[in-house]
Structures are given as structure tokens and as C-alpha cells.
């Protein structure tokens, strides 16, 4: 069995933890009612999501890709009794079935979510987060990385979502097409990051876990 069909296989999934009721309903209906259900977390990546949370118990959380809020969720359980997590998309369309499944979660009060690009929303916040989930448009990672850096506290926890895209950066440069490029240039950068130290995990779709130094 290669890497990604052990990725793929039902054992990882057996082997972790139930996920909680509120979330696979979140999930069924975002593969019912939404475009691109592959986007959401999904049961594995949202319990590490919502352990990391746990262990840092932030005060302050920016995610940047809302879509279902699904990972908004999953973070929200470890979110500090005054914490809130700043939850950003683009999509107005998504904000029915966030609303519904905010409301019903009993964390209401701790998001906050904003609609447009993410890239102007960010500098407006003037917040200083604990943890950062970067799960958006994976062409401007970079960017995000520059602007976010600055506003994560010492010690915070910076995860990126979808590093592997797919296996693609784990092929020769010449077959990247130029979101493979963008992405392949942002891990790169991240690594050499005198500001992180950063672990790439090949859960799921690849996720990069970086603490601020
Ligand atoms: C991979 S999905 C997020 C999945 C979600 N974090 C989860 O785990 O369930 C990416 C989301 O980013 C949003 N997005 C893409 N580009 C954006 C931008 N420039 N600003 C804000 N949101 C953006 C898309 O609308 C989409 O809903």
C-alpha cells in the first residue's frame, strides 16, 4: 500500500475518535447542499484541529477560509472562556449554512466571521491571535504568510492547510502547473522561516504546523 492509499484507508478513520453528531450533520448536509464538499475538513483533520486548539487554549483565532464552518467548529472547542475566533470568506453564499450550524453549536457568541477577500479583511482586524488556520486560496499563501506573521503572538501556532496539494508538489517542477508552483514556493518559504519552526504532516491533504519564535 503507497502513502496516499494509506491515507485514504478507512483504518485512520476507524482509529480516531467518534465525530461529534452537530459536525457530521454539518458535514452531510455541506456535501448535499455545497459545491466542492472536498473542501471541508472532515473527521480526522477536524479532531487534530480541534486537539491543537485544546492544547493552546487561544484567546484570539484567525481563520482564514470559512467555507461550512466546519474547522471553525472544530477550533472553536478549544477556544479560552472570553476566546473568539475570527473566521473569514469570501463567499456570501456560505453564510446560511454557517449561521445555522454557528447557532445550533452553542458557539455563537465566540465567532465572528467576515465576508470578502481575506487579503483585505486581514490588516482591518488589528487583533493579535494565538493561532492561525490558513485554508483558503492557496495562490496567495505567501502572502498570507506576510501579512498574518506579524499578528501571531509568540509562541502561537500557525497551521496550513493543503501544503501536498494532492501529491503534485511531490513531483518534478517541470509537471507543476501554477498553483502547484505558488504552493510548492510557499513551503519553501515557510521552512526557511527563521520566525517558525515548522513540521509539514502528511495528514489528509498535508498540513504544515509552525509555532511563532
Ligand atoms: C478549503 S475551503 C475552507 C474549508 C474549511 N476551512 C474547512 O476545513 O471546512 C476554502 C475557502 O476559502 C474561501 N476563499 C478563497 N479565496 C478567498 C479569499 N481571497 N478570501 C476569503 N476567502 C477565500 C473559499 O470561498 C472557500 O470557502
Redesign the pocket.
Known sequence: MDFFNIQNSDYIENHSSNERNILAELRRETELKCLNPI???GKVQGIFLSIISKIINPKNVL??????G??TLCIAEGLGANGIIHT????EE?LEIQNKYFEKSGYRNQIKQYTG???QIIPKIKVNFDMIFL???KE?YSNYLNIVAPWLNKGGILLTDNVLWHGKVLKSSETHDETTKLIDKFNKELALDSNFKTVMLPLRDGISVSIKL
Not at 63 to 68: D, K, M, Q
Not at 88 to 91: A, E, H, P, V
Open positions: 473542501m471541508l475538513s481563520e482564514i477560509g470559512t467555507y461550512s466546519y474547522s473569514i470568506d469570501k463567499n456560505l477577500n481575506a487579503l485554508d483558503a486560496d496567495n
